[in-house]
């Protein structure tokens, strides 16, 4: 059974930082790419970054670039999302997916994704 659970959301101050986690599980991910979405209430989800399993290419939303990075430890099957210099407008349910192709800017082609884990950055 596949499983990706996330893991490290909170409550920060503007300003502050964050690192998510995303501990994959249940096949090989090797060929896939993994990425970070989130969805603030009322909005569609979006794009936030990913990362291609094998070889470790990187993407990311404009919003993000210079304030987030995304990484993975192949022993640990994990991914993470580091996040700085968090704003109000980083406020939302960050979801972690896999998806088996590398236009990873649609949520549609991600096969699994985990529950969610809440980001609150207040001002």
């Known amino acids: 059974q596949v499983q990706l659970v996330e893991s490290g959301g909170g409550l920060v101050q503007a300003g502050g930082s964050l690192r998510l986690s995303c501990a994959a599980s249940g096949r090989t991910f090797s060929t896939y790419y993994m990425g970070w979405f989130r969805q603030a209430p009322g909005k569609e989800r979006e794009f936030v970054a990913a990362?291609?399993?094998?070889?470790?290419?990187?993407y990311y939303a404009d919003s993000v670039k210079g304030r987030f990075t995304i990484s993975r430890d192949n022993g640990k099957n994990t991914v993470y999302l580091q996040m700085n210099s968090l704003t109000p407008e980083d406020t939302a349910v960050y979801y972690c997916?896999?998806?088996?192709?590398?236009?990873?800017?649609?949520?549609?082609?991600?096969?699994?994704w985990g529950q969610g884990t809440q980001v609150t950055v207040s001002s």
């Open positions: 990362i291609r399993w094998s070889g470790g290419s990187t």
């Open positions: 997916a896999a998806a088996p192709t590398g236009w990873v800017y649609n949520p549609h082609l991600y096969d699994y």
